[in-house]
């Protein structure tokens, strides 16, 4: 049995509603999951005190492309199909080179190491290789989640247009050899229903039938030609979601991630509703790309899964304090122009951390008893005002999101191992 210690200032979820504050206190953590709070030191393996600096929860990130990052707070003056073109897909089609990939990769993981990021669920490429590349490497480095290769059989270019039966050869490759890894796992990914066969969404929806515990990610009504372009494609379909609903992509049977969800119609949040789909809201990828302002809170209003996700590099930026950030203003905006309900600060932090729980295969994003032992330490020592000494850890923590989101964070510890 390995015991740590960990002395400092914690703030954690208990609920949407509610954070906790534990101020000056051990924690103790054994075997890589919380044990508890004490009021005094007790005998470990390891200790560390991190004197006033602020202890929180890891973070999870439910949807970012990971090789994407290399142009990240680049080319934010197109809207997504013309992006998708222009920028998005020529990079992609870079990660056919191992070479590449594994220098860009490797640049990916140590801007990661510096977020508060411990869970992610990502997309790679269309390339098998690279993509088991990215999945090993976040492995080692301690992650925990999803990592998918990519699947495209229609409308994009020529070098990411791939064959449908050798993509899903490759796809169940990809799943095969990343069984043996420790934390992370396989998602299947394909990319939208655009860059989708019925074959090709066919195929994949027995892979999912056979393997009921895989995690299936895409994205669904993140801008308005896009959900044109869909509907021109599948005069048939009643809306966007139903499709994905057709292939039970919906969270019937394997757990679902739908990432944006700016213009739903009713009928598809009965869907995601109903189907306990994960939406992975992305707020800055939403307003960099003029997408749109996602309905959080009414979303929220009917118990659908809301997490929070960067979209690097629609998102540009890697950290999720940015992303906090982003959505609390999101909801205001649709607050003062819909009337919808304005999220609260402990409710937006909750959303980036405990709400996405359940998508993980272990506990994790608060501090309890027996869950994993994710945390990240930082520092607001650089935040000087004459309120400093009143401020609860709350509202440190809040001034934190807004105005140091990018700092590099003090410590990381995933299922109780220090990784920075
Ligand atoms: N829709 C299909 N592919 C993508 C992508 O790479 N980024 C975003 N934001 N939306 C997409
Ligand atoms: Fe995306």
Redo the contacts with the bound molecule.
């Keep these: 049995m390995k015991r740590i210690l960990i002395k400092g200032n914690f703030i954690y979820p208990l609920s949407k509603e509610r954070l906790e504050e534990k101020r000056n206190a051990f924690l103790i953590i054994e075997n890589g999951r919380f044990v508890s709070f004490s009021d005094h030191a007790v005998p470990s393996d390891e200790e560390y005190d991190f004197s006033d600096n602020i202890i929180i929860p890891g973070l999870s990130d439910t949807h970012l492309?990971a090789p994407?990052y290399q142009f990240a707070g680049l080319y934010m003056d197109k809207s997504?199909l013309e992006?998708?073109n222009e920028h998005?897909f020529p990079e992609?089609a870079k990660y056919k080179d191992m070479k590449y990939a594994e220098k860009a990769y490797s640049i990916f993981i140590s801007a990661l190491n510096k977020s508060p990021t411990t869970r992610l669920s990502c997309?790679a490429t269309i390339h098998e290789d690279s993509s088991f590349l990215l999945a090993s490497m976040l492995d080692d480095a301690g992650y925990s989640g999803y990592v998918g290769k990519v699947n495209m059989d229609r409308n994009s270019p020529p070098d990411l247009t791939e064959d449908t039966e050798e993509s899903i050869k490759s796809t169940l490759s990809f799943i095969r050899r990343t069984e043996k890894l420790k934390n992370i796992s396989s998602a299947v990914t394909p990319?939208?229903v655009?860059?989708c066969t019925d074959s090709m969404m066919k195929a994949l929806s027995e892979i999912l039938l056979d393997n009921p515990g895989l995690v299936v990610q895409?994205?669904l009504c993140?801008?308005k030609d896009?959900i044109e372009w869909v509907r021109s494609l599948h005069p048939e379909a009643e809306n966007y979601a139903s499709v994905y609903d057709r292939y039970g992509m919906l969270g019937r049977r394997n757990k679902s991630i739908m990432?944006?969800v700016c213009w739903p119609e009713d009928a598809e949040l009965d869907l995601l509703e109903n189907r306990n789909v994960f939406v992975a809201h992305?707020p800055s990828?939403n307003e960099n790309?003029s997408?749109g302002i996602a309905p959080v809170s009414r979303m929220l209003e009917r118990g659908i899964n809301v997490t929070l996700s960067s979209?690097v590099?629609?998102?540009s930026s890697i950290s999720m304090f940015s992303v906090i950030s982003r959505a609390l203003s999101h909801s205001r905006i649709r607050n003062a122009f819909f009337s919808d309900r304005a999220l609260t600060f402990p409710e937006a932090f909750y959303l980036s951390c405990l709400s996405s729980s359940p998508l993980f295969s272990s506990q994790s994003g608060s501090i309890f008893p027996s869950w994993d032992a994710d945390l990240v330490v930082i520092s607001d020592s650089s935040i000087k005002s004459t309120l400093n000494e009143g401020l609860s850890l709350s509202e440190r923590l809040e001034r934190y999101v807004y105005s140091c989101a990018e700092l590099p964070v003090v410590a990381k510890f995933i299922k109780g191992r220090k990784v920075v």
């Design positions: 492309h994407q997504l992006w998708l998005t992609e997309f990319r939208f655009p860059s895409s994205h993140e801008n896009e990432a944006h992305s990828s790309l997408s979209d590099a629609g998102g």
